[in-house]
C-alpha cells in the first residue's frame, strides 16, 4: 500500500475513532425495553420521530455519549452532548438487524426496527405534507477564497458540540493533539474565525473532555468518581471553572448514579448526564437511568425459555407469553426475523401467535417491583446549579429525553411525544410548540428553518437527499438534492451545517455503477431483485406470478430472506448472500470522481461547486473535509489534503465565503 492511502486510511480511521470517542452513542444498559418501545412510537409518528430524541432509550442513535467519566476503569455512567450537523454518519457497509419491539400497555400492534427504510410509496401510514420536487441549480451568490493556516493553528477533525452555540464561532470543539490529525488525544481548541485555532487545555477533574460545556464566563463538567463499584453509592459530580479549566470549583449534586442496583430482577444500572448552561449563569444538569433487567431469571419465572426476543413482548404491564410453554408457531413469521425494508411493518398483537395462544403476565406477578419496571424504561431528574446552590426541579410526568441541535434551543418531550417542553430561564421547563417539518432540524438561518428529511429508503436501496425549509412559520417546502450531481452519478453527504448563506451541504460525487451497466438483477428461491440504477429502489418480483413484492413482507431471517403474505406467513425465500449482493455498493468501488460545495438560501434553489476547482486540486490530493462552521456572515470549510508538511502535519486548506449580496 502506497504512503498516500495510508494516509487517507488514518484520517477516516481517526474521523471514526474521534467521533466514537467524542460522540459514541451509548444505551443505558437495560433500558432495552425502552428502546424498542420507543422505537415503535416514532413508526406510529413519523414527523415528531424524525425529530425526537429520547436520551434514556436511544436505540436509533440520536443521543451521543462520551463514556470517558471514569478514567481508569469501566463506568455504568456516562455523559452526553446532542448531535450537531458537524458529525454526519457515514453510510454502513452492510446491514445489521435491528433489535424486535414489544406491545405497550394498551396492547398497541408490535412491530420490528427497520433495517432499509422503502420508498414512500411502499410505506403505509404518515407521509411528508409535500412530496419533495427537484432542487433547482442556479448561480452561485458566494466569493469563495482560500486561507491555508499554520500547521499549529489548523484543527482536522473537531466536534463543535462542546461548545455552547452549535456551529457558529466564537466557539470551542474538541479535536486532536496540537497541530496534528493522526494523534489520538484530545484537545479543546477555540477560534474567531474557524480559520486559525489556538489550544486550550482544559483539565477536568472528572468527566473526560467529552463531559466539558463552554458557556460565556464559564466551563462547567459533570461525571462521577473513577473507580466505584456499582454496588457501592456513586454520587454525580459538578464542576466550574472560570479559568478555561484550569481550576475547578466542586459539588456533589444530591442524586446517587448507581440508585436501583439491589432491586430484584436488576442486573445493571446506568446513566446519562446532559449539561445546559443558562442565560443567568447557571446551569441545568439532566439525568437520564435505566436498568438492565435480568431475563433468564424472568424467563424461570414465566416457566419459558430465555430468548432474545422475550424483552421485545414486555410492555409496562408485563411480558406476553404463549399459554402453553411447549407451543410451537406454525408458518407464521418467525420472531427472530426483522424487515429488510421499511420503517416497520406492523403485526396486530393478538392472542394467537401462529397457533400459539397468548396471554399477558403482570410484573407483580413475576415478582418484579414497580419502581424496577419503571427504571427499565428510563426515568429523568433535573437538577438546577447557581454558584453553590443546587435545586432540584420537578420533571413533567413522562418526560424521558431530550431533543436539540445546531442553532435550536433544547426541547424536551414526552415518551409518547404528545406533549412538547422547553427550558425556561430559570431552567423550569415550560410548554412549548412541537417541533415541525418532517426531518431533523438542522439549523436556522434568518428567518428559514431548515430539516435533513429521511430518505426514501435506506442504506443501499435508492437514494434521496431532501432537504425541508420554512420561513417565518410559513409552510414547509421539501426539494431532493439527490439530482444535483446529474444521472449516473451518486451523491454522498459529508458534511451538512446551516450558516448565514442557508444551508451548506458537502457531497463527495461517486460514480454510478448500477446504472453504467444497465442495471443489476438476481434471482433465488423462485423470486428476482433488481434495481435499475443507484437512485431508484429495489423490485422484488415473484417469478411464477410476475407481481411485485411488498418490501414490507421482507425480512432477514435465520435461513435467508424471508417473503411472507399479509398474514405474515412465510410464502419464500431468498438466498441471503445473492439479495445482498443487489444492495453492495452502488459506486462499484470506484473513488470518489469530485467533491461538492451545494449552498441554498430557501432549500429550493442551490448553488453548486466543485471544491477542487476552487481549491486547485485534484480530487484525490483531498483526505477529508472535517468541518463546516460560521463566523458572522461567512462560511467556513475545512478541507484536510493528504499531503503533509515539514513537521509532519498534514496540510489543511480553508475556503472562506461570503455571500454577494
Not at 403505509?124 to 405534507?129: D, E, F, L, N, S
Not at 484550569?246 to 445493571?268: C, M, R, S, Y
Not at 429521511?454 to 417565518?472: E, K, L, M, V
Amino acid at each position: 500500500m502506497n504512503d498516500e492511502s495510508s494516509q487517507d486510511l488514518t484520517e477516516q480511521r481517526l474521523a471514526r475513532d474521534l467521533r466514537a470517542a467524542a460522540g459514541g452513542m451509548s444505551i443505558a444498559p437495560g433500558s432495552e425495553v425502552a428502546v424498542v418501545a420507543n422505537g415503535r412510537r416514532r413508526r406510529q409518528r413519523r414527523r415528531q420521530a424524525n425529530a425526537i430524541m429520547l436520551v434514556a432509550a436511544t436505540g436509533i442513535g440520536t443521543a451521543f455519549t462520551i463514556r470517558q467519566l471514569a478514567r481508569n476503569g469501566d463506568s455504568s455512567f456516562a455523559t452526553d452532548t446532542l448531535p450537531t450537523t458537524e458529525s454526519t454518519a457515514p453510510v454502513p457497509d452492510s446491514a445489521v438487524p435491528a433489535p424486535t419491539t414489544p406491545i405497550d400497555s394498551s396492547a398497541a400492534p408490535a412491530t420490528t426496527e427497520a433495517v432499509f427504510q422503502p420508498p414512500a410509496t411502499s410505506v403505509p401510514g404518515p407521509t411528508p405534507p409535500d412530496e419533495p420536487s427537484p432542487a433547482q441549480i442556479v448561480d452561485s451568490n458566494m466569493v469563495w477564497n482560500v486561507v491555508e493556516p499554520d500547521s499549529t493553528e489548523a484543527v482536522a477533525f473537531g466536534d463543535m458540540r462542546t461548545a455552547a452555540n452549535g456551529n457558529s464561532l466564537p466557539g470551542v470543539l474538541l479535536g486532536t493533539a496540537p497541530g496534528r490529525n493522526d494523534d489520538y488525544t484530545p484537545q479543546m481548541w477555540r477560534s474567531n474565525d474557524g480559520v486559525t485555532w489556538t489550544p486550550v487545555n482544559v483539565d477536568p477533574p472528572f468527566g473526560g473532555l467529552g463531559s466539558v460545556r463552554f458557556a460565556s464566563d464559564a466551563v462547567y463538567t459533570v461525571g462521577t468518581a473513577p473507580g466505584v463499584a456499582a454496588n457501592h453509592s456513586n454520587p454525580l459530580l459538578f464542576g466550574t471553572s472560570h479559568d478555561d479549566g484550569a481550576t475547578w470549583d466542586q459539588l456533589e449534586l444530591p442524586v446517587d448514579t448507581n440508585a436501583g442496583h439491589d432491586l430484584p430482577f436488576v442486573v445493571k444500572v446506568s446513566s446519562t448526564a446532559m449539561l445546559y448552561p443558562l442565560d443567568n449563569g447557571g446551569v441545568v444538569v439532566w439525568l437520564y437511568s435505566g436498568a438492565q433487567l435480568d431475563w433468564p431469571a424472568i424467563a424461570d419465572q414465566l416457566g419459558v425459555q430465555a430468548t432474545d426476543t422475550l424483552a421485545a413482548y414486555s410492555s409496562r404491564d408485563g411480558v406476553l407469553v404463549p399459554v402453553d410453554p411447549n407451543c410451537v408457531p406454525s408458518s407464521a413469521r418467525s420472531m427472530s426475523t426483522v424487515p429488510v425494508f421499511g420503517v416497520a411493518t406492523t403485526a396486530p398483537a393478538q392472542s394467537d401467535v401462529g397457533g400459539c395462544e397468548q396471554q399477558l403476565v403482570g410484573w407483580d406477578e413475576i415478582g418484579v417491583p414497580q419502581v424496577a419496571v419503571d427504571l427499565a424504561y428510563g426515568t429523568a431528574r433535573e437538577f438546577r446549579v447557581v454558584g453553590s446552590d443546587v435545586t432540584e426541579l420537578a420533571v413533567p410526568p413522562g418526560v424521558v429525553g431530550g431533543y436539540g441541535g445546531s442553532s435550536q434551543e433544547p426541547l424536551f418531550s414526552t415518551q409518547d411525544g404528545t406533549r412538547w417542553y422547553r427550558l425556561g430561564s430559570d431552567g423550569v421547563l415550560v410548554d412549548a410548540t412541537p417541533p415541525s417539518g418532517d426531518g431533523y432540524p438542522i439549523g436556522t438561518s434568518g428567518e428559514t428553518d431548515f430539516v435533513q428529511a429521511a430518505p426514501d429508503s435506506g442504506i443501499f436501496g435508492g437514494y434521496s437527499n431532501t432537504i425541508g425549509a420554512s420561513t417565518a412559520g410559513g409552510p414547509w417546502a421539501y426539494s431532493d438534492w439527490s439530482g444535483l450531481v446529474g444521472d449516473g452519478r451518486l451523491a454522498y453527504v459529508q458534511m451538512l451545517g446551516v450558516t448565514g448563506a442557508g444551508v451548506v451541504e458537502v457531497m463527495q460525487v461517486m460514480p454510478d455503477a448500477i446504472a453504467a451497466q444497465g442495471g443489476v438483477s438476481v434471482s433465488s428461491g423462485g423470486y428476482t431483485a433488481s434495481r435499475a440504477t443507484a437512485r431508484s429502489p429495489l423490485v422484488i418480483t415473484d417469478d411464477a406470478t410476475g407481481e411485485t413484492v411488498d418490501l414490507t413482507r421482507v425480512w432477514y431471517g435465520p435461513d435467508g430472506v424471508e417473503i411472507t403474505d399479509a398474514d405474515g406467513n412465510k410464502v419464500g425465500t431468498m438466498d441471503g448472500p445473492t439479495f445482498q449482493s443487489v444492495l453492495s455498493d452502488p459506486s462499484g468501488g470506484a473513488g470518489p470522481e469530485d467533491i461538492l460545495v451545494a449552498v441554498s438560501a430557501d432549500g429550493q434553489h442551490v448553488s453548486v461547486e466543485s471544491i477542487t476547482q476552487l481549491l486547485g486540486v485534484d480530487v484525490s490530493d483531498i483526505s477529508s473535509v472535517p468541518r463546516i462552521s460560521t463566523a458572522g456572515n461567512t462560511t467556513v470549510i475545512a478541507v484536510t489534503l493528504k499531503e503533509r508538511n515539514a513537521d509532519g502535519v498534514p496540510r489543511q486548506l480553508v475556503l472562506v465565503g461570503t455571500p454577494k449580496a
